[in-house]
């Protein structure tokens, strides 16, 4: 039986596993965007693919924190852009 990876979301602070969330990246060149494969250079932040957690993070500027650099408004609406996304399939 293979180990499942977990990661802590920014938003709501509850560890889940890894293929189940989103992963919000910095990479090495500046840019702050989403990940879908989660295997892209840089810092990274993992959050849930609820808008309840999303709407936590931004009150908060989790993502700020886990990505230590300010995270412009175009990146949270794109993020919001795929959680709507996602929970309309599911």
Do not use: H, W
């Not at 995270?71 to 852009?81: F, G, I, M, Q």
């Amino acid at each position: 039986m293979r180990k499942v990876p977990l990661r802590q979301c920014v938003g709501c602070q509850e560890q889940k596993p890894k293929r189940s969330m989103l992963r919000i990246v910095f990479t090495p060149q500046g840019e702050i965007m989403i990940d879908p494969t989660g295997k892209k250079a840089g810092r990274g932040s993992y959050i849930c693919n609820d808008r309840n957690c999303f709407d936590l993070a931004k009150k908060r500027k989790a993502l700020d924190r886990g990505l230590k650099t300010q995270v412009a408004d175009e990146v949270y609406e794109a993020l919001l852009r795929q959680i709507d996304t996602y929970e309309i399939q599911n």
